[in-house]
């Protein structure tokens, strides 16, 4: 008789968690159908500025090395021969990715 109650308290306890656990996934995830996906284009776009910057000090960055001083032609020409350089490298390898 003890044993029933046992079972009978431990089977309602386990049934009170499994409820909980699946109102915790369906409030996970309308909290991401709300709030995270309408702010996906947002975030992309901020680590592409990011990336773009971080390229772009790059290339400042190896410029400067070669001894070329901000401003003049060559140091223009070394960022636009660099970012050339870039573009063919990633659309290589996007090219290469496609197979």
């Known amino acids: 008789m003890k044993s029933l109650k046992i079972r009978e308290i431990v089977k309602r ?10 109102a915790m996934l369906l409030a996970v995830v309308i909290y991401f159908i709300a709030f995270i996906i309408p702010k996906i ?5 901020r680590s592409e ?3 773009v ?5 790059e290339n400042a960055s190896f410029c400067e090395k070669l001894n070329l001083k901000r401003g003049t032609d060559k140091y223009n020409q070394c960022l636009l021969d660099l970012g050339q ?6 659309n290589r390898i996007e090219n290469e990715s496609e197979f």
Request: net charge negative.
């Open 13 to 22: 306890v386990y049934n009170n968690v499994e409820i909980a656990l699946w």
């Open 41 to 45: 284009p947002e975030i992309h776009a």
């Open 49 to 51: 500025r990011i990336r």
């Open 53 to 57: 910057e971080e390229i772009a000090a």
């Open 85 to 90: 350089f870039r573009l063919n490298v990633e």
